[in-house]
């Protein structure tokens, strides 16, 4: 379960208040996996942020009863001069798992080589996009968090991370993010759709994408 109490959000644009969130409340149910649908600007990758514990809301709040991952695709949190292998080590110890599991798990799936070692400033985007998924892969969450990761890679690695989230999705939720609306529909069961800072809940997700594709035609 997750529920947002009150929760707003705005930011300070061209010396105006732009409200992305505006006071929200709302349950999310637990177990099941949400595209979340809204244009550009719209503020979806905000609202994950804040989810996720990485942002702070203007005022309100986000509760859960369960574990929630922190946007996959989102390398913002590893530490740039630590190599891919320590930052793996010290998000074992944050979340309690254990260290060389999680280590020998991201270093065989990630396919990062010899880069495995090495500082992740040095890395492409791509690198650091299938080292966060690896990890979050790696670790069981009841909610994850997904921001398009499954299109990072070669057409193998593809293959390989759609079939590793498939596999999570069948004991855990989800809140995905995802341009590619076949793909929305391949993984999520319901939907929200956030517009002018509010947010709808559907049980029919086909319901909530004829939705989102009208008013992004309007």
């Known amino acids: 379960m ?48 804040i989810i996720a514990g990485n942002m702070k809301p203007d005022h309100g709040r986000v509760v859960s009863d ?23 080590r010290f998000i074992a110890r944050v979340y309690g798992v254990d260290t060389r599991e999680l280590t020998d798990f991201v270093r065989g799936f990630a396919e990062l080589g010899a880069h495995f070692n090495m ?17 979050s892969m790696g670790i069981e969450f009841d909610t994850y968090l997904v921001d398009e990761v499954t299109a990072a890679g070669d057409a193998g690695f593809r293959e390989k991370s759609k079939a590793m989230f498939a ?36 049980d029919d997700l086909d319901e909530a994408i004829a939705l989102h594709k009208a008013s992004m035609s309007a």
Request: glycine residues 12%; proline residues 3%.
């Open 119 to 135: 500082p992740v400033r040095t890395y492409s985007s791509g690198m650091r996009s299938r080292l966060t998924f690896g990890l």
């Open 66 to 88: 369960g574990t929630i991952s922190w946007p996959v695709g989102f390398a913002g949190s590893f530490h740039p001069e630590l190599t891919g292998a320590q930052n793996t």
């Open 167 to 202: 596999a999570r999705m069948e004991r855990s939720g989800a809140i995905m993010v995802n341009h590619n609306l076949g793909e929305l529909r391949e993984y999520c069961d319901a939907a929200l759709v956030l517009e002018r800072g509010r947010m709808r809940y559907f």
């Open 2 to 49: 997750i529920r947002f109490e009150n929760l707003t959000k705005s930011f300070r644009v061209a010396g105006q208040r732009r409200v992305v969130i505006d006071n929200l409340n709302l349950t999310l149910p637990t177990g099941r996996s949400l595209a979340l649908l809204g244009r550009n600007g719209a503020g979806k990758s905000t609202l994950m942020q």
